[in-house]
């Protein structure tokens, strides 16, 4: 469990240290970057090149350990895990960042826009806003399964799941 006064800053990358951009901004910026940049679904290689142009502030010479060890930097440090192939995402930064925004003025007092803050801290808060928010209410939309049994319910739910929808994954 990390100590918050010991948030990493840096990442060690074949015994070198590289310092990274660690605010949550970067994070956001990365997230509109690739949705406006038009890289196609999957392109694991251009987003890479991406993500290390928009965290590493000098680029290690070995690329794909260099990804490695940032995708453990954005997991915060957790294990990086395989996700089930139709897990859909719940959120998006790009569409849902005035909820995330209004969530945390309205749970925390943080001004998103004026604040400064660490991806690792943002992360853990945006996980813990309360279920009384907009955006944790949409995001438990996107995440449940509709029962095809009860159809009342059923279309119901499907209507939600469509107001609420990513776009760009439909």
């Known amino acids: ?8 800053h840096s990442i060690e990358v074949e015994g070198v240290v590289y310092p990274i951009v660690t605010d ?6 990365y ?10 679904e999957g392109d694991a290689a251009e987003c890479g090149r991406l993500a290390l142009r928009v965290f590493y502030l000098t680029v290690p010479p070995n690329a794909a350990a260099a990804l490695e ?7 915060c440090g957790e ?3 395989e996700e089930p192939e139709e897990s859909q995402p719940v959120i998006d930064f790009c569409q849902d960042y005035w909820r995330i925004w209004a969530g945390f003025k309205a749970a925390y007092g943080i001004d998103l826009g ?15 806003l309360p279920d009384t928010t907009r955006i944790k209410n949409i995001m438990t939309i996107r995440e449940l399964r509709p029962d095809p049994k009860n ?5 119901k739910l499907m209507r939600l799941k469509h107001h609420y929808r990513i776009r760009g994954l439909d």
Do not use: T
């Not at 060890?69 to 997991?75: R, T, W």
């Open 31 to 40: 997230s509109r970057l690739v949705r406006e940049s038009g890289i196609a």
């Open 1 to 8: 469990m990390p100590i918050f006064n010991k948030l990493p």
């Open 151 to 155: 159809q009342e319910s059923y279309e």
């Open 79 to 81: 294990p990086v895990g």
């Open 69 to 75: 060890k940032l995708q453990g930097f954005l997991c």
């Open 114 to 128: 004026r604040e400064d803050m660490h991806w690792w801290e943002f992360k853990y808060l945006l996980d813990e």
């Open 24 to 29: 949550f901004k970067a994070v956001l910026e």
